[in-house]
């Protein structure tokens, strides 16, 4: 707790100057990018990003020895946090040029939850009750400006072909063939730079999956599969994959423990997300050690709310690892990260410390 | 007898035969030839080489046995949804059925496992123009379900073998005329009535012309639909109708005359009888769907000895007539296959349709067809109309008193003679999907799509012994010795 | 020698054959030690190295040493030490499920339940294959480190049934313990969605019923004794008719006239009506075994109301009753405690749509704990969510709960609620279907956490 308390004294003592010097975390192990825990490792930290990673730090800087875990704060795949509670454009099915970050609120208190949690970055899609909803935004959980708490701001479009949120009395569809040819009318009629690198799909079965990547390969265009409804009978397209699936909830869990267990036995990679999963706070994390239970793999579970989602992002060099020349967005654990005993200690985003956990007091 | 079959299917699937050599005491070519004594080499998937009067000695032969080409089911909703076609409008020509297709569906194992082993697969007939039919073969492919037993699923051959078209009653169901209150709703609009669905198809295909013209001109603004229907007027898509009551049929032809469709199939046709010289003369081919019982939903068996008595009252047919009919019931149902009298046929031309109306065999599900006949294919082609047979939603059975080969059986317990029968459900059915240089024969050169039954065929008593698919056997009954 | 040697595996066949009735119902016949760097024998109790010897699946020894001796035949013959087994991690005791969602085929627990049936009448027989649904329950059960599990009466309505729990066997299929009790479930509990304040009353309703149904017994009996000492009476009277009947007859032709005038012909005597024993009913005899302290009773109950009444009818009919939801139990926890009523918390949330709630899982069961309510932790008929019962645990203590009381909240608590002393913890004696965790304890997610079936 000295320890602590020391790192804590001299971060707020060189805060001022702390961006242009150089500051060595020394914590008790590290979460390295490999999903491996190391210990006796430094992080060498200068303007808000990683510099250096080792044994023996080379740069010279101020040290800080921090008791627990150094790992890097978790990112949330797709999520409706921090924006506005109707995300969607209701009165026509194909909306590309909605834009999620016209709906951000930058103000809420939600941000300060999810720093206490460990999220320091959140992928905002808008809702996908549209076959074409709009464009997600990358945010950072804190950040002093707007231009600093916006990450990306076009990630990709999203889009949706599940029945139950799509299925619109007045101007249909009515089926999955309907969603379908829409996407299809939209892709026909587009410029072909009116859509981004990829398109992220909310699915729900097979059909609809082979429909959009049919269509996708049309104009070049990668899917990011957000597998909804019973994953289990679909599945098995993604082998090798990174998927996006929902945060674990609670309805009909019996098949989903097996479902999990099989997607990791094939080889898929899965980003959790918020949106149409589990709302509470901790379900990201709670995932991760879900993901890990059932599937023994505790690297590929913290790559789940890590690695995975900034890959599918595209941006694995900046977010979702300790690595060097990443962003400093780290989170300090009293323990591993995926021991469910574990609080958070302190989370600093972009190389601040944003978030202490208050001492002495245990969270609840 | 199918789970043990599907676990074998599971096993055999591992062990990948790259070549095969069957020799059969009786083999149908499935165009209505038969040869004795027979070699097929298979290799890659493909039939090599057909050989009357040979033998082998390595050679797999079960005596008694006869082979057929794989069943090909002319018009089924297999492994198709509800969610096939779109509501929200009426006409959406270019809706591929191949898009929402279940490829793991467990009717296409159902279906393997009684010798089908192509299929067309229909839209749904909720729309007018409904969209885009696919010819799959019904296994070969991957499954995306996790919890599959095996990897076998459906595999898309054409996933644009033709544009359904639905007449009757079916296209109009759930339109309502708008009256204030729902106007919000998309069904408020036409076609209410069957004069509506024709009105529907004619102005399409009327912008489709217009749209093909503009084509030619090269001035032509892209739509996906009008594409589609354009391809059908320049004939590169064949047409299927689905048509119930014979007026419907009559109204095919009709459009089919306004606007030169070059290939138009009527589907189910359950009351083609009526058109039958009318469908000849046009060259217009039917595939007729299964007759169904109001309740159940099944093949119909034939009227009873007890519903023909009832029916002979007041007298169509006088009681010796009735006495030999009995006799022959229960004639057929011990074997399966009766030499039906001429007299027997008189009978059911006169007396069939009123039986149907009668009992309430309503042949679909919106009560069209009441005059459906189980004497459908014999009549049609007694008439010189070509067909083919389909399932459509029987495969929902899961007895085998719904497959393909039972209707095959049925058309000869009415009349039919076995080697049109079979050519139905083989060569015939190919042709009309479009594959009759691939499938439906035992030839060198077809798909080795092969199905050896334990005795002949149309016998009621024969089952699958062996089920082969692209050269690999999926389904082997063979006795355990 | 050959004779030897046969004799010797003969000696070991009937050495299997005689093995206890336990090793016989459970399936389980080997004998090995197990070999981990440490053992946690029960919540507070740590050792290490652990050497276990396990024998018909239960625990012969644990201790420090290997204290394998050689064993013997019946016919003398040395069968050598029994064979050792080394693993890397912790062995702990299998954790208990108190409230789970299993269901026999055809007992369809989520129907309305009648209060009469029982689900130990559902359960398979012993034989592979018997119910392909309830084995893949409890194979899901033993992945998640599950030992023993209550399968509740039924899922919906006030009488729910009658429960049991239930231990598994070398078939993946649950076991009747011969632990039986009585499922009810009162307000929002019983009717999803439906407050129904009245159900608590009512079930108050059915035990008084139940209770006076035993007074009437008395009643009876008092008026049993009056109804006898009228007979003797009518027996008297009868007896001097009679006699007085015989003797007309004999001066009777005198009276031979008067033979149509009926009303004036003495009457006989009125027998005295025998009174009606109570009427018995199944279902209030299960009632009357609760008050007799022979069932628990289980009620879930989540809103304040319907626990404070289900705590008046615990001081009213002295019930052996353990509370099961119990949503807002920690605003009464020092009342619970002194009424000893235990608690079985499920890890689900009836809140989960909030996204931070303020009373949590691990709020509530700190609050319960501090007033020293007895806990127990459970997948509260959410099926599948078993596995989840160590994660959601160490959230307590990441919230500042005590390790060893939270483990006893999973293993040694809800085996004691269950009445399964062979359960709960790692001493001679107990049940060999253990735990092995490589990480910190067993809350520890990011390292290999296995379950062991014993052989």
């Not at chain 2, 794989?70 to 779109?86: C, H, N, R, T, W």
């Not at chain 2, 409904?130 to 599959?148: E, H, I, M, S």
């Not at chain 2, 010796?320 to 046929?345: A, C, F, K, Q």
């Not at chain 3, 003797?232 to 001066?251: C, M, N, P, S």
């Amino acid at each position: 707790m000295f320890a602590l308390s020391t790192f804590l004294i001299g971060l707020l003592a060189t805060a001022p100057c702390w961006q242009q010097n150089t500051v060595i975390l020394q914590p008790d192990a590290v979460l390295l990018a490999d999903g491996t825990l190391q210990e006796h490792v430094g992080v060498a930290i200068r303007d808000g990003r990683i510099l250096e990673i080792g044994v023996s730090v080379q740069v010279s800087g101020l040290r800080v020895p921090l008791q627990g875990v150094l790992a890097p704060g978790m990112v949330d795949a797709f999520s409706g946090r921090g924006a506005e509670r109707l995300l969607t454009e209701q009165s026509r099915q194909l909306t590309p040029q909605l834009r999620a970050a016209d709906g951000l609120q930058l103000a809420s208190p939600v941000w300060e939850s999810l720093l206490a949690r460990g999220v320091t970055a959140v992928h905002i899609t808008p809702d996908p009750t549209n076959v074409l909803a709009g464009r997600g935004v990358l945010v950072s959980a804190a950040g002093e400006s707007l231009e600093q708490r916006i990450l990306l701001k076009d990630t990709a479009l999203v889009g949706s072909l599940v029945q139950s949120a799509i299925h619109d009395d007045r101007v249909g569809p009515s089926s999955l063939a309907g969603g379908l040819e829409l996407l299809e009318q939209a892709f026909a009629t587009a410029k072909s730079d009116d859509f981004g690198p990829s398109l992220w799909m909310y699915l729900e079965n097979a059909e609809g999956t082979r429909g959009v990547q049919d269509l996708a390969a049309t104009k070049g265009l990668q899917v990011v599969p957000i597998l909804m409804g019973e994953v289990g009978s679909y599945g098995g397209q993604f082998p090798q994959q990174i998927v996006g699936l929902p945060t674990m909830g609670l309805g009909a869990f019996a098949r989903r423990a097996e479902t999990w267990r099989r997607l990791a036995k094939q080889g898929t990679q899965v980003a959790f997300g918020t949106r149409a999963g589990n709302q509470a706070w901790d379900s990201l994390r709670t995932s991760a050690m879900a993901w890990s239970r059932l599937t023994g793999d505790a690297a590929g579970a913290w790559a789940t709310v890590t690695f995975n989602p900034a890959k599918l992002l595209g941006m694995e060099k900046e977010i979702g690892s300790i690595q060097v020349g990443a962003r400093a967005d780290l989170v300090l654990w009293s323990a591993h990260p995926l021991d469910a005993t574990a609080q958070v200690v302190s989370v600093m985003v972009g190389g601040q410390t944003v978030f202490r956990a208050p001492l002495g007091e245990a969270q609840p | 007898m199918i789970l043990s079959a599907l676990s074998l299917y599971s096993m055999l699937c591992l062990a990948q035969q790259s070549s095969l050599t069957l020799q059969v005491d009786r083999l149908h070519v499935g165009d209505g030839q038969v040869l004795k004594n027979a070699i097929i080499q298979l290799e890659n998937g493909k039939i090599v080489s057909v050989e009357e009067g040979a033998t082998s000695t390595g050679a797999l032969h079960i005596s008694g046995a006869e082979l057929t080409p794989g069943l090909i089911d002319a018009f089924s909703y297999m492994g198709v949804s509800g969610q096939s076609v779109e509501e929200s409008r009426e006409s959406t020509p270019s809706l591929r059925l191949a898009h929402t297709l279940r490829v793991g569906d467990p009717a296409f194992r159902h279906a393997l496992s009684q010798g089908v082993t192509a299929a067309f697969l229909s839209p749904d007939s909720l729309n007018v123009i409904g969209g885009l039919g696919a010819v799959v073969k019904t296994g070969g492919g991957t499954a995306a379900d996790l919890f599959a037993e095996e990897q076998s699923a459906a595999r898309i051959l054409n996933p644009e073998a033709a544009l359904k078209i639905t007449l009757g009653n079916d296209a109009s169901w759930g339109n309502f005329t708008p009256n204030g209150r729902f106007t919000r709703n998309f069904r408020a609009r036409r076609p209410n009535t069957r004069m509506g669905t024709v009105w529907v198809v004619r102005r399409e295909f009327y912008r489709a012309k217009d749209y093909l013209a503009a084509r030619h001109q090269g001035t032509v603004a892209y739509d996906p639909d009008l594409e589609v229907l354009a391809d059908v007027l320049e004939g590169k898509i064949p047409v299927r109708v689905q048509a119930r009551r014979s007026h419907d049929v009559q109204t095919a032809l009709r459009l089919q005359k306004e606007f030169g469709w070059p290939r138009l199939t009527i589907e189910e046709g359950t009351e083609s009888q009526d058109a039958a010289p009318n469908l000849a003369a046009a060259g217009v081919a039917v595939i007729t769907g299964p007759a169904y019982d109001s309740s159940q939903r099944a093949i119909a068996r034939g009227p009873s000895a007890a519903k023909l008595k009832q029916l002979a009252h007041p007298p169509a047919v006088c009681c010796e007539d009735l006495h030999d009919i009995e006799g022959l019931e229960s004639g057929m149902e011990d074997s399966g296959l009766v030499p039906v009298s001429d007299r027997l046929l008189d009978w059911l031309v006169v007396l069939a349709p009123r039986y149907g109306a009668a009992s309430g065999l309503n042949g679909g599900r919106f009560s069209e067809g009441g005059g459906s006949t189980p004497a459908l294919p014999v009549l049609l082609q007694k008439a010189g109309v070509t067909l083919a047979m389909g399932s459509a939603e029987a495969h929902d059975q899961p007895l085998t008193e719904a497959s393909l080969i039972y209707q095959a059986r049925n058309a000869v317990r009415w009349g039919m003679d076995q080697a049109s029968a079979l050519a139905a459900i083989t060569s015939q059915a190919a042709q009309l999907c479009g594959m009759g240089q691939r499938l439906g024969q035992i030839k060198s050169g077809y798909d080795a799509d092969l199905v050896l039954w334990s005795g002949p065929p149309l016998d009621s008593d024969s089952r699958p012994l062996l089920v082969i698919l692209d050269g690999r056997i999926v389904v082997d009954n063979r006795p355990q010795e | 020698m050959k004779l030897r040697s046969t004799l010797a595996a003969l000696g070991s066949l009937l050495t299997l054959l005689l093995a206890p009735a336990h090793a016989q119902e459970t399936g389980y016949h080997r004998t090995y030690v197990i070999q981990a760097d440490a053992a946690w024998i029960d919540a507070e109790t740590r050792l290490a190295p652990a050497f276990v010897q396990i024998s018909n699946g239960k625990i012969d020894w644990i201790s420090q040493q290997d204290q394998r001796v050689e064993s013997k035949n019946m016919f003398g013959k040395s069968m050598g030490k029994a064979k050792l087994i080394r693993v890397h991690g912790t062995l702990a005791a299998g954790m208990v499920d108190a409230w789970t969602k299993f269901s026999p085929a055809g007992y369809g627990a989520d129907r309305k339940a009648g209060p009469t049936r029982e689900v130990a009448d559902s359960l398979p027989v012993q034989a592979p294959q018997e119910d392909v649904v309830l084995q893949a329950q409890v194979l899901a059960a033993r992945e998640a480190g599950i030992a023993a599990v209550y399968i509740p009466g039924g899922m919906r309505g006030l009488r729910q049934g009658v429960g049991v729990a239930a231990e598994f066997t070398a078939l993946d299929l649950p076991l009747d313990s011969g632990q039986h009790a009585l499922d009810f479930a009162v307000g929002s509990a019983a009717t999803p969605g439906i407050e129904r304040v009245f159900q608590a009353e009512e079930l108050r309703n059915a035990f008084v019923e139940a209770q006076d149904w035993r007074d009437s017994w008395d009643d009876f009996d008092e008026a049993m004794a009056k109804y006898e000492k009228d007979l003797a009476k009518y027996q008297e009277k009868l007896d001097k008719f009679v006699q007085e009947q015989k003797k007309k007859e004999q001066e009777g032709e005198a009276m031979a006239e008067d033979k149509d005038d009926a009303a004036k012909k003495p009457q006989p005597p009125k027998r005295p009506r025998r009174p009606a024993e109570p009427q018995s009913n199944a279902a209030r005899d299960l009632l009357l075994k609760a008050l007799d302290g022979a069932m628990p009773v289980r009620v879930v109950a989540n809103r304040l109301a319907d626990i404070r009444a289900m705590m008046a009818l615990k001081e009213e009919f002295q019930l052996d009753l353990i509370l099961l939801g119990a949503y807002e139990a920690d605003y009464v926890a020092k009342d619970l405690a002194a009424a000893e009523i235990p608690v079985i918390l499920p890890l689900v949330p009836d809140h989960h749509a909030q996204p931070e709630p303020k009373r949590s899982f691990a709020r509530r069961y700190l609050a319960l704990r501090k007033a020293k309510v007895e806990v127990a932790i459970a997948s509260g008929g959410v099926e599948g969510m078993e596995f989840m019962l160590p994660i959601r645990a160490g959230e307590i203590l990441a919230a500042g709960g005590e390790e060893g009381d939270v483990w006893a909240s999973l293993t040694s608590v809800p085996a004691k609620l269950l009445g399964l002393k062979q359960y709960g913890a790692l001493t001679a004696g107990k049940s060999a279907t253990m735990i092995l965790f490589e990480g910190r304890s067993p809350f520890d997610a990011s390292a290999p956490f296995k379950a062991h079936k014993p052989k």
